[in-house]
């Protein structure tokens, strides 16, 4: 048997709805609110602008605001930034959102549980062994690739660890692309 791969499978994880947020609740004890549908406000004071991004929490619907920017000139804007922030605009709350620096300084953390999706063609088990597998990640979703691989794969954890060479630690959660090679059984 070869030891290069005969079968090459793309495998992509996808963001299917914004993240929930790891943020406490100030009038309930709820541990969780969301960005819904995403909305900012914009509140100017003289040539200083101040940006909120508006969340809000999941039980008790309490709306909170987030720190975008603080007294900031409104020259130091991009115009479409700007815009974007006056229309509110999907993507631009997504990249807020998503920001590990905007998280840091609003104290949350993002709770990825069913807001992503797995799209991996089948393995083809009655083909050439060994088959690998390219992991591309369009949204920073961290995840633990043997964990990954058994949900694709439809195998064990503990089958993933016998079968499957990684480039990467597979118990450690990762974000970023990475290839295995699954072995046969």
Avoid at 16 to 23: A, F, G, H, I
Avoid at 43 to 58: E, F, I, T
Avoid at 66 to 71: C, E, G, I, P, T
Wanted: proline share 11%.
């Amino acid at each position: 048997m070869s030891s290069s791969p005969h079968t090459v499978l793309p495998w992509r994880v996808r963001r299917t709805r914004l993240p929930l947020l790891s943020l406490p609740c100030l009038s309930c004890p709820s541990p969780s609110a969301t960005a819904g549908a995403g909305r900012f406000r914009v509140n100017a004071n003289g040539k200083l602008l101040h940006v909120w991004l508006l969340v809000r929490c999941v039980s008790c619907d309490r709306t909170r605001k987030l720190a975008v920017h603080a007294r900031a000139p409104v020259g130091s804007f991009d115009p479409d930034t700007l815009h974007g922030y006056h229309v509110n605009d999907p993507a631009l709350v997504a990249s807020t959102l998503l920001d590990p620096l905007f998280a840091r300084r609003n104290r949350f953390t993002l709770d990825w549980a069913d807001a992503w999706r797995l799209d991996a063609p089948p393995v083809p088990l009655d083909g050439q062994w060994p088959v690998r597998v390219e992991v591309a990640f369009a949204d920073p979703v961290p995840v633990r690739p043997d964990w990954l691989i058994a949900h694709g794969l439809g195998l064990s954890r503990n089958e993933v660890l016998r079968r499957v060479k990684c480039d990467i630690p597979p118990r450690r959660p990762t974000s970023a692309g990475f290839t295995f090679t699954l072995m046969a059984g």
